[in-house]
Every structure is written in structure tokens, then in C-alpha cells.
T-cell receptor, first 111, second 116 residues
């Protein structure tokens, strides 16, 4: 059965801290791994990772994929209160482009 | 970026009635649309995948006769919750994928359904 696991499930940090969120997966017909940020409504897209070892970066956020070990990390440096959200990891399969979501990591950044 | 809208954004209905939720891609043609359900403090669960002009593919455990999905055009998909019950109360989110290399999904803002 396809599975996406995230850790930790929740995290509380102080502003300015750096955090690393983990995502591991076991799926057949892997195409890509996706990271989303979900605040009060629907998720917003952060990154799509298809190749191993290539870091994607957007401001203070960065992410990398390891297809051999079947995991990805999402790093957030110099966290701000606006980073408080649920971060969802998802895996896109080749069949019908089906996307399977992990349980999410709830990040709270306190001043 | 691409925009996906949903209507209504929230709806309250009585048990036993049916509710239709619309998902529209506003500035691109969506070859595939996905319907998800999210219960409080849980992740998104894929309910079904619909391709324009063909029948939706439902995930295991999702009743196709209860959750009717229609994807009649490249910009509109609808989800009808038939004979709704309180346990159907949830946040329903659609996403759409258009042509192109990235196969990125664009999410709608979601619809909060409350069945009383």
C-alpha cells in the first residue's frame, strides 16, 4: 500500500530558529514529490522535486529529494511567525497523476 | 499562477438533501481535476480523479453513487454529495491540472460543508 510519512507531526519553535521537516515515502510508480503549505484554507504549492540531490530554493525555504533512500526534507531558515502552518508532503504517481498526501507537520513559530 | 475557484465556499444543508460543489479553472484548461476531503486536523484524502469527458476514477472506500462527479468541460468539474449525512460534513477541496510539463496541481480554496 502506498504510504507517505511525515515527521515530526507538530513542532513549536521560536522566531529565528531553523527547522527541518522530514518526509519519507513508499509508493509504486513514483513521479515527483511535492511540498505544500496549508494555512487556513487550501494548500499552496511550494516545491516539486523529481530528481535526486538537486536542491530547490525559494527565499528562506529549501528542499531536496533522495530517491535512493526515499525521503525528502524541507528546510526553513530564520523562521517567522508567518511560517506557522501545516506543511504537507505529497507524492505524485505516474498513473493518472494521482497524488498521495502525508499527514502533515504542524509548525508553530512563536515570537 | 493558475487560478482555481470553488463555489460555494461554505454550505449548510439538512440531512437527506443533496449539495453540489463546483470547481472551475479560471485561466487554464484542466485536463484532470481531483477531489479531496479533509477532516479537521487531518491530511487531504483523495476521493476521485476526473478526466474531462470520461467517468471519474474513485478511490477505494469512496461511494461513487453518493459522491457524483461530473467533468463536462475543460474548465468545470462538479461534486454532488447526495443524501448528505452529518458524517459527510468536511472540507472539500478540488485541484486541477492543465497541459504542460510540470504536471503541477492547482488547488481551489475549498468548500466547507456542514450537514445538520
Amino acid at each position: 500500500e502506498d504510504k507517505v510519512v511525515q515527521s515530526p507531526l507538530s513542532l513549536v519553535v521560536h522566531e529565528g530558529d531553523t527547522v527541518t521537516l522530514n518526509c519519507s515515502y513508499e509508493v509504486t510508480n513514483f513521479r515527483s514529490l511535492l511540498w505544500y503549505k496549508q494555512e487556513k484554507k487550501a494548500p499552496t504549492f511550494l516545491f516539486m522535486l523529481t530528481s535526486s540531490g538537486i536542491e530547490k530554493k525559494s527565499g528562506r525555504l529549501s528542499s531536496i529529494l533522495d530517491k535512493k533512500e526515499l525521503f525528502s526534507i524541507l528546510n526553513i531558515t530564520a523562521t517567522q511567525t508567518g511560517d506557522s502552518a501545516i506543511y504537507l508532503c505529497a507524492v505524485m504517481k505516474t498513473s493518472y497523476d494521482k497524488v498521495i498526501f502525508g499527514p502533515g507537520t504542524s509548525l508553530s513559530v512563536i515570537p | 499562477g493558475a487560478v482555481v475557484s470553488q463555489h460555494p465556499s461554505w454550505v449548510i444543508c439538512k440531512s437527506g438533501t443533496s449539495v453540489k460543489i463546483e470547481c472551475r479553472s479560471l485561466d487554464f484548461q484542466a485536463t484532470t481535476m481531483f477531489w479531496y476531503r479533509q477532516f479537521p486536523k487531518q491530511s487531504l484524502m483523495l476521493m476521485a480523479t476526473s478526466n474531462e469527458g470520461s467517468k471519474a476514477t474513485y478511490e477505494q472506500g469512496v461511494e461513487k453513487d453518493k459522491f457524483l462527479i461530473n467533468h463536462a468541460s475543460l474548465t468545470l468539474s462538479t461534486l454532488t454529495v447526495t443524501s448528505a449525512h452529518p458524517e459527510d460534513s468536511s472540507f472539500y477541496i478540488c485541484s486541477a491540472r492543465g497541459f504542460g510539463e510540470r504536471y503541477e496541481q492547482y488547488f481551489g480554496p475549498g468548500t466547507r460543508l456542514t450537514v445538520t
